[in-house]
């Protein structure tokens, strides 16, 4: 089992930037396809962002795309996750996952963190 931990998140003006982390346990971390997806009270959980195991392949949700950047260093076993130009509607509580294929689905991945809020405000 992989355990993550996310951090970075906090209380941002809007325009502003962050960058969250997310920490990964384990010797087996380079192969797992890795994503991103937030949730906010009474709304499903969304995607965000995924990277495959390689780092050569990303994805990003459309309300992110141009503004967020997913990357990884898999030999200090973190994936980060810029993000610029923030805006209201973007708070949220962040969720690491790490998964066996990069996928846009929550269900496709197999481990997930504890979460970190993130708050924009205007």
């Known amino acids: 089992q992989v355990q993550l931990v996310e951090s970075g998140g906090g209380l941002v003006q809007a325009g502003g930037s962050l960058r969250l982390s997310c920490a990964a346990s384990?010797?087996?971390?380079?192969?797992?396809?890795m994503g991103w997806f937030r949730q906010v009270p009474g709304k499903e959980r969304e995607f965000v962002a995924a990277i495959s195991w390689s780092g050569g392949n990303t994805y990003y949700a459309d309300s992110v795309r141009g503004r967020f950047t997913i990357s990884r260093d898999n030999a200090k076993n973190t994936m980060y996750l810029q993000m610029n130009s923030l805006k209201p509607e973007d708070t949220a509580v962040y969720y690491c996952?790490?998964?066996?294929?990069?996928?846009?689905?929550?269900?496709?991945?197999?481990?997930w963190g504890q979460g970190t809020q993130v708050t924009v405000s205007s």
């Open positions: 996952a790490a998964g066996l294929s990069t996928s846009y689905y929550n269900s496709d991945y197999d481990f």
């Open positions: 384990g010797r087996t971390f380079a192969r797992y396809a």
